[in-house]
């Protein structure tokens, strides 16, 4: 069993950044992938990006556009979301999740594919 809460939200003015983490808890031993999606109000839950347990595998969702960076410090069982040049359109309650990898190398963006997910922390990017 893995518990996520996510973290960083808030606020910003379009063009600015904010910085995500998703801290885990719980069997935290056990090798899992992270993936961090996104829903806006009326929309279906959205792919942003993943990263493999080792770190060495990170997909991204088309709309990145090079401004989202994934990145995780196992050491302190913590997954991050670096996000630059934020837009309105990335306003969304943003979450993290775990999935149980059969490598250290896999990663999907899939959410069927993950067990455990996170509340969520809203993100609002506005003027």
């Known amino acids: 069993q893995v518990q996520l809460v996510e973290s960083g939200g808030g606020l910003v003015q379009p063009g600015g950044s904010l910085r995500l983490s998703c801290a885990a808890s719980?069997?935290?031993?056990?090798?899992?992938?992270m993936g961090w999606f996104r829903q806006a109000p009326g929309e279906k839950r959205e792919f942003v990006a993943a990263?493999?347990?080792?770190?060495?595998?990170?997909y991204y969702a088309d709309f990145v556009g090079g401004r989202f960076t994934i990145s995780r410090d196992n050491a302190k069982n913590t997954v991050y979301l670096q996000m630059n040049t934020l837009k309105p359109e990335d306003t969304a309650v943003y979450l993290c999740?775990?999935?149980?990898?059969?490598?250290?190398?896999?990663?999907?963006?899939?959410?069927?594919?993950?067990?455990?997910w996170g509340q969520g922390t809203q993100v609002t990017v506005s003027s």
């Open positions: 719980g069997r935290t031993f056990t090798s899992y992938a």
């Open positions: 999740a775990a999935a149980a990898s059969s490598s250290t190398e896999a990663a999907s963006s899939d959410p069927l594919d993950y067990n455990y």
């Open positions: 990263i493999s347990w080792s770190g060495g595998t990170a």
